[in-house]
């Protein structure tokens, strides 16, 4: 048995680099454009390794995710192995070893650096990946304010070209289901009261305002379902009327004062279309829906045994991937690959759905992972695959405040046996 003295010990150096270095990691998450220009390695996952690194040698956590880690790790192999078995049987091999390593860094690897923390890191974790996206918003911004714009720069353009929200992701759509992906986890933080009203006001208007100027589609509605979805399991009604009513307020004056308070980019793209009923002119939708129809013609032919990774390109009339994670992995690594995702889901779900009652906010914890796993799950439709870290840090950084406020099981066993 474990005594308080030991629960409660000094934090040894060890752990101090470690925690740093994964905090660091979360800090610099949504910020794509500080990387190795000819690699998809960034600075974030650079203290992510070394976080993981330091934490290997501590302990293992080879169950982050409790009783759903199985599943977990069921997925991410059952999706890995079918785009390698597509690879070996139709396609390049090489292009097969480099998606997996990136996928094996992004499901395996960051659940291990990330999850399986008392409540009180976990938390700490996702007030610097809020800040974050923050950061990213007012250097974005800031740069729109006085006119600057990247033109074609493919690193830290903020502005793209079109006049398109870029922050420092490179990618306006990306900057977008980026945001999305870390509102259920700010909606956290300000429902515990982990920040102070005005702090969770201030923030939430900030990255709100980012996600408009970043002129996408898509990723508005998902943040319009991410919030019904949260505010409806969350289960008070009132506050679900009161938000509702204050949406309903804020759309009004938006679309009544469009010319005046929003970005022209936003009003071509997206208001005037919806508002003119041209769903085909709203973003690029007539773009990726003739690629998600080609792709239902591929699946036939590939959905036992896919044609491997980085393959669709290839075989595409379009020369491109379709905008489409389901369909991709479908076609990419059959119905194996297409389940393996699905799994992922199910356990993160079945995680919040099984967190017991020493759960800090349970009620918020198991609304905001839910409402994360259902809002990534949502934005793939339209994103190719999804290994790169910056979407996946703020679902598992949901995951890791399910967490209980105690030290977790794995490092108990390693303290009981003479670790560190």
């Known amino acids: 048995m474990i005594s308080s003295e030991t629960l409660k010990r000094p934090r040894s150096s060890l752990e101090s680099a470690e ?18 220009p000819g690699a998809s390695f960034t600075v974030s996952d650079f ?19 409790q009783a759903a880690s199985s599943m977990w790790w069921l997925g991410i192999a059952m999706l890995m192995t079918g785009l390698l078995i597509g690879s070996i049987a139709y396609g390049d091999p090489v292009d097969a070893v480099v998606v997996l390593i990136q996928y094996f860094f992004s499901f ?12 009180k890191e976990a938390v700490l974790l996702a007030k610097m ?22 033109g074609h720069r493919r690193q830290l353009a903020l502005v793209a070209g079109n006049n398109r ?17 870390w509102f259920p986890v700010l909606w956290y933080l300000g429902l515990v009261r982990a920040y102070k009203m005005i702090t969770f006001a201030c923030f939430f208007a900030l990255t709100f305002t980012g996600l408009i100027f970043t002129s996408s589609n898509s990723n508005l509605a998902g943040a319009l379902i991410s919030g019904a979805i949260y505010l409806f399991l969350l289960g008070k009604f009132r506050i679900f009327f009161i938000w509702s009513a204050v949406f309903a ?18 009003v071509e793209r997206v208001l005037s279309p919806l508002q003119q009923g041209n769903i085909e002119g709203v973003g690029t ?9 080609e792709a239902w013609r591929f699946l036939p032919d590939y959905y036992v045994l896919g044609m491997g990774a980085e393959q669709y390109r290839e075989l595409s009339s379009h020369d491109l991937p379709v905008h489409n994670l389901y369909l991709l992995l479908a076609n990419e690594g059959g119905l194996m690959s297409l389940m393996g995702l699905l799994f992922l889901y199910l356990a993160a779900i079945t995680y919040a759905t099984l967190a017991g009652p020493d759960t800090p906010h349970r009620t918020a ?22 290994y790169h870290r910056a979407y996946l840090v703020p679902w598992i950084v949901s995951i890791g405040l399910l967490y209980s406020p105690m030290r977790p099981d794995w490092l108990h066993k390693a303290q009981a046996r003479g670790g560190t």
Request: proline residues 4%; charged residues 10%.
């Open 285 to 293: 939708f007539s773009d990726r829906a003739e690629l998600m129809i």
């Open 47 to 65: 203290f992510i390794t070394f976080g993981l690194l330091f934490r290997f040698i501590r302990a293992i956590p080879l169950y982050p995710m």
């Open 129 to 150: 990946g809020v800040m974050s996206v923050v950061i990213s918003c007012l250097v974005g911004l800031g740069a729109y304010s006085i006119g600057y714009n990247g």
């Open 249 to 266: 307020v804020t759309a009004w004056v938006g679309v009544t004062f469009a010319d005046k308070i929003l970005p022209q980019k936003f």
């Open 19 to 36: 925690f740093f270095c994964v905090v660091l990691g979360v800090l610099f998450s949504s910020f794509a454009s500080l990387r190795h």
């Open 165 to 181: 929200l870029t922050g420092l992701t490179d990618n306006a759509n990306a900057f977008a289901a980026i945001i999305v992906l």
């Open 108 to 119: 395996v690897a960051l659940p291990l650096a990330i999850l399986g923390r008392p409540h």
């Open 365 to 386: 914890a198991r609304t905001t992972v839910i409402t994360a796993t259902l809002t990534f799950a949502a934005l793939m439709v339209s994103f190719t695959h999804i």
